[in-house]
């Protein structure tokens, strides 16, 4: 099996295996006990917690732990919305953002706060004059994501944070396809909030951190007990934190190394797509993207028989996000990007780890190069098209 679908799940690290293992079979006390047994918990969870920070530049007592990406997105709009003590709401997000933080957005609206979506460019790139000129006095919140799930576009994080920071607006960034894998510095940035998840760099399921920079004030979105300060309620997920906090701090461990090596097999992947399959469009900038993504539309082709044949073959590839996966309309980032929907719909995501080999992209390549034109020929509309082309 070739895996290239790391952008909806990564392996669990041996390393992340092997801390959570003490804390599923021997300390297995409850993290708010307050006997000596249950110390051992508490004090793995605050070693987590300094784990993570320390990939972000943040301070320990900035990280809340939630149950994953899109609870931290959840809690970061409408808490930030219902801590706020404007009359009139009013939230700016991007049109390529993650379903936790679009669907978060209309449900705020349907509760009267205003949504501004603004579009990006061809590549996927907010524009940060864009960013400024949306902002209104009843702004509470910004969202732009760190880099985009499908396309893999890395957005200008620092320029939209020096314009929310300069006009006293709270900046968030979902950085779930980011953290680990790309250099974030919450301090240079000027972000107030950020999303990860744990499962998106060789951690456990299920569990995932908000950054809140210290004096933000953000409503409380899960009640019940006192955990994480009183700000998050529900029992401590040890074991998922623990591993979350080794799985993190051996990204930051790896950071430096990993870029290049995973970005020369992502740029192979690119180059021979490109040379050697016609009609075939690179999606997101071509430089300024995620080190392992690479995404492509064929036109003439339905994406989900492509994917079918992938499988046959032994490659597990998507056409977008995970979270999208059974639905039948085309990608809502790729439509943002200006395609239209017959290309859409021929969309092929590949996601990259540093476990992915040039033999592992070569055969990927190649076994594109016998299903495109395969399903090509089954095409009507190519048919047509070749005709066109030759009348040319």
């Known amino acids: 099996m070739i895996y290239m679908d790391n952008a ?14 003490p804390y599923m079979m021997e300390q297995y006390a409850n993290a708010a006990g307050t006997y000596s047994f249950a110390a051992a918990s508490s004090a793995a969870i605050e070693k987590a917690r300094a784990q993570t920070a320390a990939v972000i530049g943040a301070k320990p007592a900035e990280i809340y732990f939630t149950s994953g ?25 991007s049109a390529i953002e993650h379903h936790a933080v679009l669907h ?29 000129a949306a902002i209104r006095p009843e702004t509470v919140l910004i969202s732009v994501m760190a880099a985009n799930n499908e396309v893999g576009t890395i957005e200008p994080l620092e320029q939209i944070g020096e314009i ?14 980011a953290f680990g894998h790309i250099p974030l510095d919450v301090e240079a940035m000027h972000i107030d909030m950020l999303s990860a998840s744990a499962h998106k760099f060789h951690g456990p399921k299920g569990v995932g951190l908000l950054y809140v920079r210290r004096g933000v004030k953000l409503g409380v979105f899960m009640d019940g007990g006192a955990q994480e ?3 998050r309620a529900g029992t401590s997920n040890v074991p998922g934190i623990v591993g979350m906090g080794a799985a993190a701090e051996e990204a930051k461990a790896r950071m430096d190394a990993m870029i290049p090596a995973v970005s020369a097999v992502r740029d192979h992947i690119i180059e021979r797509i490109g040379k050697e399959i016609p009609y075939a469009k690179l999606n997101g900038h071509r430089t300024q993207r995620l080190p392992g993504n690479v995404n492509f539309c064929f036109r003439f082709i339905e ?4 994917l079918m044949l992938l ?26 990007l200006g395609l239209p929907h017959e290309i859409a719909h021929g969309s092929l995501r590949l996601s990259l780890s540093e476990e992915t080999t040039m033999a592992d992209a070569d055969k990927v390549v190649d076994s594109l190069k016998v299903i495109i034109p395969r399903l090509r020929s089954m095409s009507p509309l190519y048919e047509d098209f070749v005709r066109s082309e030759g009348r040319a």
Request: net charge negative; glycine share 8%; proline share 3%.
């Open 311 to 336: 499988d046959a073959d032994g490659i597990c590839a998507s056409s977008g996000s995970a979270c999208t996966s059974g639905s039948l309309d085309p990608s809502h980032v790729l439509l943002a």
């Open 69 to 93: 990406g899109t609870e931290s997105d959840n809690w970061a709009l409408k808490g930030a919305v219902l801590a706020s003590k404007k009359e009139k709401k009013h939230i700016i997000i």
């Open 104 to 132: 978060s957005a209309r449900a705020l609206e349907q509760q009267g706060v205003e949504v501004t979506v603004l579009p990006v460019d061809a590549d996927g790139l907010v524009s940060p004059a864009d960013v400024e």
């Open 303 to 306: 994406g989900e028989s492509m």
């Open 229 to 231: 300060k009183k700000r």
């Open 8 to 21: 909806a799940t990564t392996r669990l690290s041996e390393r992340a295996f092997e801390a959570m293992r």
């Open 164 to 177: 929310a920071h300069r006009c006293g607006v709270l900046f968030h960034t979902d950085a779930v396809q």
